[in-house]
């Protein structure tokens, strides 16, 4: 997003598209040592987490870290 192209620019993150790409060979050597199948590219995928877009999922973590914060604070 423009935010993350934003951080790239000024030196602070870096090129998502050439980790991704970096992190899909390595994903996909591992996947094959373990004789396992990906996915096929380009179907739907849960998205938006950076913009606070989450599954319902998320909830039971959040519950659960609440709670160790209320519980030991600082």
């Known amino acids: ?3 993350d192209q ?3 620019a000024d030196g602070i993150a ?3 598209a050439e980790l991704q790409q970096k ?3 390595h ?4 996947m094959r040592e373990a004789t396992l199948q990906l996915p ?3 179907l739907w995928m849960q998205g938006g987490g950076k913009q ?3 599954t319902e999922h998320l909830g039971y973590l959040l519950a659960e870290m609440q709670f160790l914060q209320r519980t ?3």
């Open 52 to 54: 606070g877009r989450h």
């Open 14 to 16: 870096p090129d998502l």
């Open 27 to 30: 994903v996909t050597e591992v």
């Open 40 to 42: 096929a590219a380009g």
């Open 1 to 3: 997003d423009a935010l």
């Open 6 to 8: 934003a951080m790239q």
């Open 23 to 25: 992190w899909q060979q």
């Open 72 to 74: 030991y604070p600082g």
